[in-house]
């Protein structure tokens, strides 16, 4: 597995590191608190975040090319139940996986499904 250090230089380099507000204008939120949204889908466990420099900050690709949370993330969420989080959980996600000789963040698109069963095998469900 990558190491948490080595995983916030690839998620940055490969997908960026977002912060809420970002989110949000990517989403297209035009509310009040704009941010809102983005809270709500990471209380909701639907994207998660890692911190940098003492604030969340969002990886990329737990968002589709709408700015809307990707299904799968929150699929993963749920199944790894708590067991990873923050920066352990995105070295997950962008360390090849033994199940899927792949990376899963490489199939967040092409095949949501593996992802799901290789964090079920994750945690020997």
Known sequence: MVDEERAASVVGEEFGLLSAAEVARRAGSRGHSRTLAVRRWQQGRKVFAVPVAGLDHYPGFCFGADGRPRPVIGEVLAT????????????WFVSTAPGLAARPVDLLDSDPSRVLAEA???VGR
């Not at 790894?80 to 070295?91: R, Y």
């Open 80 to 91: 790894l139940d708590g067991k990873l989080s923050g920066w352990a959980l995105a070295a």
């Open 120 to 122: 079920r095998r994750a």
